[in-house]
């Protein structure tokens, strides 16, 4: 099993240009997680996915964020216009559906810097 | 909505010593409380979970104890080595069933050889 799989890994961009994530969960997850990491605000949940459907968004800063889930094996999270105080971790993370409180596995994740 | 706390921030043991980090929980009705190991620019991992149906859960060096009385679980480390050196989050559902997860702040680790 090859994991969850981000990329890119790395990402230095400009204030003001868009920025896409993407993200490929472990295959027959039905769920899917979106999370930021910085050292202020710990990990925060942005948004999840059951079988390809938004489930909760409450977590996304604000519109500038958008993240969709064409199919099971893609996801994106892309930013536009990027800021500087989106500069963090993004990681992406899946897990089964089947029963409840399952574990969740996480990508490697990408480093995020928005100069 | 659930709400977890994680004690302490920062921790700090001699090789060989055991470390405990404890999490705290809201909501009576969650029931599933798992840990991850995160070390330096990596992935977090889970190590360990437990279930609400059982007070203990170990392996290897590592075990999990829940008091759901108090509403707090607890990770011990026993026989630390200095690759246990990581930050560890705790982590309970949003709500009782939920597969969206709630973490703690976090826990840096630091096992000193």
């Known amino acids: 099993d090859a994991g969850v799989i981000q990329s890119p890994r790395h990402e230095v961009t400009e204030m003001g240009q868009e920025v896409t994530l993407r993200c490929k969960p472990i295959s027959g997850h039905d769920y899917l997680f979106w999370y930021r990491q910085t050292m202020m605000r710990g990990l925060e949940l942005l948004i999840y996915f059951n079988n390809n459907v938004p489930i909760d968004d409450s977590g996304m800063p604000e519109d500038r964020f958008s993240a969709k889930m064409p199919n099971a094996s893609f996801s994106t999270l892309k930013i536009q216009p990027s800021e500087p105080r989106d500069s963090a971790v993004y990681f992406c993370?899946?897990?089964?559906?089947?029963?409840?409180?399952?574990?969740?596995?996480f990508g490697d994740g990408t480093r995020l810097s928005i100069l | 909505g659930e709400n977890v706390e994680q004690h302490p921030s920062t921790l700090s043991v001699q090789e060989g010593d055991s470390a405990v980090i404890k999490c705290t929980y809201s909501d009576s009705a969650s029931n599933y409380f798992p840990w991850y190991k995160q070390e330096l620019g990596k992935r977090p991992q889970l190590i360990i979970d437990i279930r609400s149906n059982v007070g203990e859960k170990k392996d290897q060096r590592i075990a999990v104890t829940l008091n759901k009385t108090a509403k707090h679980f607890s990770l011990h480390i026993t026989e630390t080595q200095p690759e246990d050196s990581a930050v560890y989050f705790c982590?309970?559902?949003?709500?009782?069933?939920?597969?969206?997860?709630?973490f703690g702040t976090g826990t840096r680790l630091t096992v000193i050889p």
């Open positions: 982590a309970a559902p949003r709500w009782p069933g939920a597969n969206n997860l709630f």
């Open positions: 993370a899946s897990s089964l559906g089947t029963g409840v409180n399952q574990p969740q596995h």
